[in-house]
């Protein structure tokens, strides 16, 4: 398995009790899976993707990508294998704003050694799939929303990474641009062959993936069939939480 995710706990401490937010998670993701997570505000989907991205550590439990344990790594190597072996598409952008578009696209790559012209031509390469090949020399201020998240995708392909991970990468977005900046993603993720976990509240975001998982009280669960994300049970979402197939009780109303 590229991603083994095993018996995965995060605990915080508080003046009392430890707060379990991750309770026994338990993920298998081999190249070219694509999976969108859903849940309630606060039931550890943002927590879960910091600990798949090595933001955050685990209290129990083990993470492995390509074979490797990265919490089993001295700091200067972990922050390498971050950089290397996993992208992060944010819900902001987060872009540099004195930098042009290709330059923002090259900041991964500017710790370490390699093959600059490679490098140069590969992002030159993103951009243009992402539809920004005439835009490199701009600065994000003279982008659009959706093109910023576009400009953040290429970036976190760079390093050709065997994991992307996005945290509500639509959520900024109108309904047209979320579409398509959505379609792209998973264009991407199926041209690059990597692992994609994306965590949202857009329904019509996790409806265009392969599999849908819903995060409730710190547990992982599968939700729907293979190919069809929601077939068997449709996720409504409120702010107060989400709730399965059609209305929310009359509590929550």
Do not use: W
Not at 84 to 111: A, K, S, W
Not at 173 to 182: C, E, F, I, K, W
Not at 184 to 193: A, E, F, I, V
Not at 209 to 235: H, Q, Y
């Amino acid at each position: 398995m590229s991603l083994l995710v095993e018996n995965l706990c995060k605990d915080y401490p508080t003046r009392g009790e430890p707060l379990a937010v991750l309770r026994g998670v338990n993920l298998q993701l081999d190249r070219g899976d694509a999976v969108a997570v859903m849940g309630p505000s606060g039931s550890g989907k943002s927590t879960l993707l910091h600990i798949l991205g090595t933001l955050d550590t685990p209290t129990r439990g083990r993470v492995t990508l390509d074979g490797v344990d990265p919490f089993t790594l001295p700091e200067p190597q972990l922050a390498d294998f971050r950089n290397r072996r996993i992208g992060f598409v944010f819900q902001d952008h987060h872009l540099l704003p004195q930098c042009t578009v290709l330059e923002n696209v090259l900041v991964p790559t500017l710790v370490g050694h390699g093959d600059r012209a490679a490098v140069r031509k590969y992002a030159d390469e993103l951009l243009e799939r992402v539809g920004l090949a005439g835009r490199l020399d701009h600065r994000p201020a003279e982008l659009s929303g959706g093109e910023r998240q576009r400009v953040a995708l290429a970036r976190a392909l760079i390093h050709r990474p065997t994991l992307l991970l996005a945290d509500e990468p639509t959520g900024n977005l109108d309904r047209r641009t979320a579409q398509s900046v959505g379609k792209m993603l998973l264009d991407l993720h199926r041209q690059t062959n990597t692992i994609l976990v994306v965590v949202t509240h857009s329904q019509e975001l996790a409806d265009t993936f392969p599999r849908l998982m819903l995060m409730e009280d710190g547990a992982l669960r599968a939700v729907g069939a293979p190919g069809k994300a929601a077939s068997d049970e449709r996720i409504t979402r409120r702010e107060d939480g989400i709730f399965p197939s059609g209305a929310p009780p009359e509590a929550a109303r």
